[in-house]
């Protein structure tokens, strides 16, 4: 047993040393961060001098004066009024009619403009546990809409995405836990699946070098072969065809390999500027 154990330990080290593979773990990125979410932009550009929603209705803040409007702007408001006016640009973009509030469109507009809030809030406090928790509920709550929405209208779905600007990232079937050894393993698998791409590539490349010479050669025996043939009137195995056929190819051949030339000049002629 004990020789059994030194025995992988010697290999594993031996692996180790010999493959030049190097593992980084990657970065933590929370789960109300945009990357998770699919938020692919952030708050809509919303000016500090703009009217809260209630009080844009009225008639007689249009002829008020400045200091009048600054009070009741949003700068003057809060926070509070101006994630009001976020979900409500973001509702406008995909509401069916003027009372729509209740579709499933309206519904993720809603949530979405409460999640882009939030997660500017998370940038500022990202401590704040009680709001973490809160922007992941929301979150969780719009992809479950989205899977509705993507399972009964498909065509709504996308446009839905393109309107509001985000991208859908259901739910993963199965959680898996990242390990040094596991990834390890399959960059030493793609370690040896690039080292055996090249060896092919090489190999590949030499024989189609040695094809010239070889049709070339192949070319002249059927030449000859069928000129002795019909010298001393034996019977004709070799036809017209047959070096026609031996023709195109050595021809194709050569058609290949001065591109392939031209190619490998003009690379290293670019190695060589830089």
């Known amino acids: 047993m004990?020789?059994?154990?030194?025995?992988?330990?010697?290999?594993?080290?031996?692996i180790k040393h010999?493959?030049?593979?190097?593992?980084?773990?990657?970065?933590?990125?929370?789960?109300y961060k945009p990357e998770k979410s699919g938020d692919l932009e952030g708050l809509p550009p919303i000016p500090e001098s703009a009217i809260g929603k209630d009080y844009s209705l009225?008639?007689?803040i249009k002829d008020a004066s400045?200091?009048?409007?600054k009070i009741f702007s949003v700068a003057h408001l809060g926070r509070k009024e101006y994630n009001r006016?976020?979900?409500?640009?973001l509702i406008d973009r995909v509401k069916r009619h003027q009372y729509d509030h209740s579709t499933a469109e309206t519904?993720?507009?809603?949530?979405?403009?409460?999640?882009?809030?939030?997660?500017?809030?998370?940038?500022?406090?990202p401590r704040n546990k009680k709001m973490k928790q809160l922007v992941q509920e929301k979150i969780d709550r719009r992809k479950k809409l989205l899977k509705y929405?993507?399972?009964?209208?498909?065509?709504?779905?996308?446009?839905?995405?393109?309107?509001?600007?985000i991208e859908y990232k259901g739910h993963p079937e199965s959680f898996h836990k990242l390990s040094r050894m596991e990834s390890l393993r399959k960059l030493t698998e793609m370690h040896c699946d690039d080292i055996r791409n090249k060896k092919l590539a090489d190999y590949r490349n030499l024989l189609e070098s040695q094809q010239g010479p070889y049709l070339q050669q192949k070319l002249d025996a059927l030449k000859l072969i069928r000129s002795e043939q019909i010298e001393l009137k034996l019977p004709i195995t070799v036809t017209e065809q047959d070096i026609t056929k031996v023709q195109q190819q050595f021809d194709d051949w050569k058609i290949k390999d001065d591109?392939?030339?031209?190619?490998?000049?003009?690379?290293?002629?670019?190695?060589?500027?830089?």
């Open 2 to 14: 004990l020789r059994r154990l030194a025995c992988t330990v010697v290999q594993s080290r031996g």
């Open 18 to 31: 010999t493959v030049n593979v190097k593992w980084v773990r990657p970065d933590y990125v929370p789960a």
């Open 58 to 60: 009225s008639e007689e």
């Open 66 to 69: 400045e200091s009048v409007k």
């Open 85 to 89: 006016l976020v979900k409500e640009e």
């Open 107 to 125: 519904k993720i507009a809603f949530l979405t403009g409460q999640i882009r809030y939030l997660q500017d809030t998370m940038d500022k406090f």
């Open 149 to 165: 929405l993507r399972q009964y209208d498909y065509k709504k779905f996308e446009w839905l995405l393109e309107k509001l600007n």
């Open 259 to 274: 591109i392939k030339q031209k190619a490998m000049k003009k690379k290293k002629n670019i190695v060589l500027e830089i």
